[in-house]
């Protein structure tokens, strides 16, 4: 069993700097591939950002390449998406994911989801 809590969201304006955090609980985070997702009422959940058990390889929707990167610390159980040059369409709520394969969580197919954190970027 893995609790997944994400923090870090908030308000900031375009152009700016968030960088949210994911606490997992229990002993298998490493077991797991890690990603983040988002979501805008009246929309689908949308992948964002994966990465590897190892943290050898990470994958970002077109949307934020070059903006987002995507890190995870084994030892300390924690995945973090730093996101940079924010604009007003990435505002949705985030959600952290545990999935057992990476094709897997990019189809949103997780056995883990955070409860999620509010992103706002006003223009």
Known sequence: QVQLVESGGGLVQAGGSLRLSCAASGRTFSFYVMGWFRQVPGKER????????????????????GRFTISRDNAKNTVTLQMNSLKPEDTAVYYCAASGSVDGLRRGVCEYWGQGTQVTVSS
């Open 46 to 65: 949308e992948f964002v950002a994966a990465i590897t058990r190892s943290g050898s390889s990470t994958y970002y929707t077109n949307s934020v390449k």
